[in-house]
């Protein structure tokens, strides 16, 4: 198993342009998650879903958009990038709520808005 | 709302020394989970150990083991027998058992040096 893949592992972007940020996992998981690590920070998370086509937000989705069409792929949009979207994102998955459902993460993606 | 604190921004322990990591949280909430993630230079975030708030009994994995204080909404690290492969940021984080989806919060993370 691959576990949680994202696409690109880097990516510099220009203000006012858009791209969305890839994250496949192969587990089977119900429950993915988008964060956002700023520099020496922790994550803070954006969106999270809880199966296909449920989608709602975290701590920090201005800027941000998701869909959920199908139970491996949770995609995060970003419109209109800005500086203050700089950041490394981290998509994340888990098979249930219990404590023994541990959040299995991806490599990240380091954007960087100029 | 929860909140995560880690007082110690950075650490440095000698190789085979132990060395303890600080986490206080603040909840109203009486059912949770609290987590230790390590971060290595790779950026992968991995799972060092977790908690139930409502057992006692301090969690352990090899090497790691935690110190809960639920009275005082303190969940501290320590590692044992430090490793040079121990060096990476660790992140203490909260989650609700409250029964909604399992959102982490995370605090901001203490890095770790392991010297010779």
């Known amino acids: 198993n691959a576990g949680v893949t994202q696409t690109p592992k880097f990516r510099i972007l220009k203000i006012g342009q858009s791209m969305t940020l890839q994250c496949t996992q192969d587990m089977n998981h119900n429950y993915m998650y988008w964060y956002r690590q700023d520099p020496g920070m922790g994550l803070k998370l954006i969106y999270y879903?809880?199966?296909?086509?449920?989608?709602d937000k975290g701590e920090v989705p201005n800027g941000y958009n998701v869909s959920r069409s199908t139970t491996e792929d949770f995609p995060l949009r970003l419109e209109l990038a800005a500086p203050s979207q700089t950041s490394v994102y981290f998509c994340a998955s888990s098979y249930g709520q219990g404590l023994t459902y541990e959040q299995y993460f991806g490599p990240g993606t380091r954007l960087t808005v100029t | 709302a929860q909140t995560v604190t880690q007082s110690q921004p950075e650490m440095s322990v000698q190789e085979a020394e132990t060395v303890t990591l600080s986490c206080t949280y603040d909840?109203?909430?009486?059912?949770?989970?609290l987590f230790w993630y390590k971060q290595p230079p790779s950026r992968q975030m991995i799972l060092v150990i977790r908690?139930?708030?409502?057992?006692?009994q301090n969690a352990t994995e090899n090497r790691f083991s935690v110190n809960f204080q639920k009275a005082a909404k303190s969940f501290s690290l320590k590692i044992s027998d430090s490793q040079l492969g121990d060096a990476a940021m660790y992140f203490c984080a909260y989650r609700s058992g409250d029964g909604t989806a399992s959102k982490l919060t995370f605090g901001t993370g203490t890095r770790l040096q392991v010297t010779l």
């Open positions: 879903s809880v199966g296909a086509g449920i989608t």
């Open positions: 909840t109203s909430e009486s059912d949770y989970y």
């Open positions: 908690q139930e708030a409502y057992k006692q």
